[in-house]
């Protein structure tokens, strides 16, 4: 797991954050949760690498051997296949934004 910073923009029109050149992959997937509840993950993948972005409220992330909170959106948790993860904590208002490197597959799940 690394955590990456996003360059962001701010002028008195706002926050432009952009996500170009610092993933460690090309992006075959996105997708995104709303109004999460409970716990999901609970898995590893075999070849798929991710990168987590809470756009909005926060989210608790648990690995093998680290507790992450996510909540500020210019900051970017790259996962490896082999990184293991839960998520829980989600706030209500949670949106958290997902780029994958692979097409989806359920083959690609290692679940507890
Ligand atoms: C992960 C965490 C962060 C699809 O049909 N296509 C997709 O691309 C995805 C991601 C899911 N699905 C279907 C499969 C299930 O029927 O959507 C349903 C919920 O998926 P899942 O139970 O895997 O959701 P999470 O939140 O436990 O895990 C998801 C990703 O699957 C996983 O790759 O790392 O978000």
Redesign the pocket.
């Known amino acids: 797991m690394k955590l990456i910073e996003l360059p962001t923009h701010s002028d008195a029109r706002g926050d432009l954050t952009v996500i170009e050149s610092c993933l460690p992959f090309m992006i075959r ?1 996105v ?1 995104f ?1 709303t109004k999460p509840v409970g716990v ?2 609970g898995h590893y ?1 075999i070849k ?1 690498v ?1 990168a ?1 972005i809470c756009l909005q409220g926060s989210i608790l992330i648990e690995l093998r051997d680290d507790l992450v909170r996510l909540d500020d959106k210019r900051q970017c948790m790259i996962l490896q296949p082999s990184d293991w ?1 839960s ?1 829980y904590e989600f706030s209500e208002d949670c949106i958290l934004l ?1 780029l994958a490197s692979e097409h ?1 597959s359920e083959n690609d799940y290692v679940r507890d």
Do not use: A, D, E
Request: proline fraction near 0%; charge should be positive.
């Open positions: 997937r997708f949760i999901r993950g993948h798929t991710q987590l993860h998520m997902v989806y």
